[in-house]
C-alpha cells in the first residue's frame, strides 16, 4: 500500500472537517461593474459539488450579491474558531478590481470602483484574516475573477513537495487564481455553448465532479486540480491563464473522485447538438464525433464509434447529416498521412510551413497567421471614418491559426455543392437580395441564388474564378462542416479543423499587426487596390489586385469585392464590453467583414464591422475559410 493509500485511510478516521465559504456577485449597484451571468451559477454548482458527502464532505455556506458588511463578517467567521486539521476553503467568483496601489479588491454588491477600500475585499485584509484569525494549517483560496493573480504580488511561494512528506493532511497555503492580472477571465457560454458557469469554475467542477483531476490513489489534490484546470482553460482560451501560488507542506487535499472513468461520456453540450432541430448544427457535431474518434483518447474514441454506428443506423436521419456521418467514417477508415516532417523539433499540431496547399477537393492556398497581439479596431486620432463599434483599440492575443489566400470561389463552391447537394439558404426560400444600381435600393428578386446571384438571366459560367456570393452564414458554416470530411483535412496539422475565422482572426489576417487602415497602408483606395463603388458595379476574379491590394501576410481582396461572414455573433459594443472574446454564436446576428463593390471606400477598412441575420443572402455575401486546432461550439 502507497504512503498516500495510508494517508487516505487515516483521513476517513480523524476528526478534520471541511469549511467552505463560497461568495458570488452577479449584481452591482454601481453601474459602472457590469452585471456579470456565471457567479450565481458558479456558487451554486461548485457548492453543490463540495458539498457531496463522497467528494468533498463540506459543511459550505454560499453568499450571492450580498453587501459588504455581510461578506466581510462571514469571511471572518470562516477562519475564526477552528481547528489546526481543519481545511477551509474560500472561493469568489466577481469583478476583480485594483486600488491605486494596484492591489487586488474583490467586488461585492456596494463595490465602488473608484473607492474599492471602502466596500472591497481588499487583499491585505483578506491576508491578514488568514493569517491571524485561524490556527487552520491548511487553506484554499480560489479566485474566480479578472485581475485575480494581482493577489500573489510579492508573495514567494514554494512548490509543490513530494507526496512523501504526506502527514494526514497538507499543511499551508494554496491559491488558485482564473487569470493573470495581464489577461480576462471568460464567461463559459463564450466558449462553450449553453454554459452557465465561468471557464475556469467548469473545469474546476469537472475535474473534482469526474474524478479527472484525482491520482492514482483518488485524491483530487490542489496541485492536481490546478493542472487540469490550466490543460483544459488555456486550451479552450489561449490567452487566459490560471497562476497558482503554493506555500505548504505536502499536498491539500481538497476533494474524493468517485470510482468513475474519466472523460469517458461524450459532453453533454455534443449531445444536445446531435438532437438539434437545425440540421447544420448536427452536421457540425458529427464531424466534432469524427474529431474524438481520430483523437487520443481511446475511451472517448469508442464512445464517439458508438454513436456514429448509432446514427448511421438511424432511419429517421437528414440525409445531410446521414452522409456527413457516411464521410467521417469513410475517412477514419482511410491510411493516415505521412508526416510532414519527422523531426523531434517540429510538432505534429504545429502548421510546417507558412502556407500549406491543398489540391482535393479543391485548390486551396492557406497562410499561417502566427500567435500574438495585434491593434484592433480604430483610432480616430488616426482613421477620421472610424465608427464608434470600432472603439476602442484594442491589443488581443489571438493564437495561431490558417486562413485561405482568397474567398471561396464559384468554382470551389460548385463542388461542395456536387457532392453534398447542398441546398443553400436562397434555394429554400426561393429569393436573393440584388443591389439596383439604378435606382440605388437592394431588392428581393425571387429566383436569385449562388447559380444565378442576380435571378433569372444570370449566371456564373463565365465567373467560376469569382467569389461565390448569395450564401448565408448558415450555408458557409455547412461548407466548412463539409470540408473538414474530404481529403483537404489530410493536409492540415493534426488535430487542426475547418471553420469560418472568428473577427479578431480575421481583421489580424487583413491588417497584420501594426494598426494600417487598409490591408495595404493607410492610403486611400483608388481603381488599382481593390473593388469598390463606383468602378465595376459587380465581382471581379479573385486575386485581381494582387500584389498591390494584398494584405501584409500576403492575403487577397482583404477588402472589397464581397462582405465576408465571421464566426462571430453581433454586438455593437463589443470592444467596451469583452474586447477580447470570440462573441457568443447564438444568435441571429452574425459579423461580416470587408466591404463588398458595392460600397465606398469607408466599408473596406480593415477596422469596418458589419453585420447581417444569419439566413441573410445577397450578391455580396461571401466567405472564406480559416483552420485551427480548436473547432468553435455551436
Known amino acids: 500500500m502507497s504512503k498516500t493509500s495510508q494517508v487516505f485511510k487515516t483521513c476517513e478516521v480523524c476528526d478534520l472537517m471541511n469549511y467552505a465559504l463560497l461568495i458570488g456577485n452577479t449584481n452591482y449597484d454601481n453601474p459602472a461593474l457590469k452585471k456579470l451571468k456565471a457567479p450565481a451559477a458558479d456558487v451554486e454548482n461548485l457548492s453543490a459539488v463540495l458539498r457531496d458527502p463522497v467528494v468533498g464532505g463540506y459543511e459550505a455556506q454560499t453568499l450571492v450579491d450580498k453587501p459588504f458588511a455581510v461578506v466581510r463578517n462571514a469571511i471572518t467567521k470562516l477562519f475564526k474558531g477552528k481547528t489546526k486539521s481543519d481545511l477551509l476553503l474560500l472561493y469568489f467568483s466577481g469583478h476583480g478590481v485594483l486600488d491605486d496601489n494596484n492591489r487586488l479588491c474583490l467586488a461585492v454588491r456596494d463595490t465602488d470602483p473608484d473607492l474599492p477600500l471602502d466596500a472591497g475585499i481588499d487583499s491585505p485584509w483578506l491576508t491578514h484574516v488568514m493569517n491571524g484569525n485561524s490556527p487552520s494549517q491548511p487553506q484554499v483560496l480560489i479566485l474566480d475573477c479578472c485581475y485575480a493573480d494581482a493577489f500573489n504580488e510579492g508573495r514567494k511561494g514554494e512548490q509543490v513537495v513530494s507526496p512523501d512528506t504526506f502527514e494526514v493532511q497538507g499543511r499551508g497555503r494554496v491559491v488558485l487564481t482564473s487569470t493573470n492580472r495581464f489577461s480576462p477571465a471568460w464567461e463559459g457560454n463564450k466558449f462553450i455553448r449553453g454554459l452557465e458557469t465561468s471557464l475556469f469554475t467548469h473545469y474546476l467542477i469537472e475535474g473534482i465532479q469526474t474524478g479527472a483531476a484525482a491520482d492514482a490513489s483518488g485524491n483530487v489534490t490542489a496541485d492536481g486540480l490546478f493542472t487540469y484546470v490550466f490543460k483544459w482553460v488555456t486550451e479552450a482560451a489561449p490567452n487566459q491563464k490560471p497562476g497558482r501560488y ?54 472517448l474514441a469508442r464512445a464517439a464509434r458508438d454513436k456514429l454506428e448509432e446514427l448511421r443506423a438511424d432511419d429517421s436521419l437528414p440525409k445531410r447529416v446521414y452522409d456527413a456521418v457516411e464521410r467521417v467514417l469513410e ?17 505534429a499540431s504545429r502548421p510546417p510551413a507558412d502556407w ?18 495585434f491593434l484592433m479596431g480604430s483610432d480616430k486620432a488616426k482613421d477620421s471614418d472610424a465608427f464608434d463599434d470600432e472603439l476602442p483599440q484594442h491589443k488581443p492575443f489571438v493564437s495561431e491559426y490558417l486562413i485561405a489566400k482568397t474567398p471561396i470561389t464559384v468554382a470551389q463552391w460548385a463542388a461542395f455543392a456536387q457532392a453534398t447537394k447542398h441546398k443553400t439558404t436562397a434555394e429554400q426560400k426561393g429569393s436573393g437580395w440584388v443591389w439596383n444600381s439604378k435606382d440605388g435600393e437592394w431588392e428581393e428578386i425571387k429566383g436569385a441564388w449562388w447559380q444565378a446571384p442576380r435571378g433569372p438571366g444570370s449566371d456564373v459560367k463565365s465567373k467560376q474564378g469569382h467569389p461565390v456570393t448569395q450564401i448565408s452564414w448558415d ?40 494598426g494600417r487602415i487598409y490591408p495595404w497602408g493607410d492610403a486611400k483606395p483608388d481603381e488599382t487596390y481593390c473593388n469598390f463603388y463606383p468602378d465595376i458595379g459587380d465581382t471581379t476574379p479573385v486575386g485581381q489586385y494582387s500584389p498591390k491590394g494584398d494584405s501584409p501576410f500576403g492575403l487577397q481582396d482583404m477588402a472589397g469585392n464581397v462582405w465576408e461572414w465571421c464566426w462571430d455573433g453581433w454586438d455593437e459594443q463589443a470592444y467596451d464590453d469583452d474586447p477580447f472574446i470570440t462573441h457568443d454564436v447564438d444568435t441571429e446576428k452574425h459579423v461580416v467583414r470587408g466591404g463588398a463593390f458595392v460600397n465606398e471606400s469607408w466599408r473596406v477598412r480593415c477596422a469596418c464591422r458589419g453585420w447581417d441575420d444569419t439566413d441573410f443572402r445577397d450578391v455580396v455575401s461571401g466567405m472564406r475559410v480559416c483552420a485551427s486546432p480548436v473547432l468553435l461550439s455551436l
Not at 489530410?490 to 481583421?507: C, D, G, I, Q, V
Open 356 to 373: 500549406i496547399s491543398i489540391t482535393h477537393p479543391f485548390a486551396l492556398a492557406l497562410r499561417r497567421i502566427p500567435a500574438g497581439e
Open 331 to 347: 475517412v477514419e477508415t482511410q491510411p493516415a498521412p505521412m508526416p510532414a516532417s519527422t523531426s523531434p523539433s517540429a510538432p
Open 475 to 514: 450555408d458557409a458554416v455547412a461548407f466548412c462542416n463539409w470540408l473538414n470530411t474530404t481529403a483537404a483535412l489530410k493536409s492540415l496539422p493534426a488535430s487542426w479543423r475547418f471553420r469560418l475565422p472568428t473577427e479578431a482572426e480575421w481583421e489580424k489576417a487583413a491588417r497584420g499587426t501594426d
Open 246 to 299: 503554493v506555500d505548504q507542506g505536502g499536498q491539500i487535499i481538497i476533494a474524493h473522485a468517485r470510482p468513475a472513468p474519466k472523460r469517458k461520456l461524450l459532453p453533454p453540450e455534443l449531445l444536445e447538438d446531435l438532437i438539434n432541430p437545425r440540421a447544420y448544427v448536427r452536421e457540425g457535431a458529427v464531424i466534432e464525433l469524427g474529431r474524438l474518434l481520430r483523437g487520443n483518447d481511446s475511451a
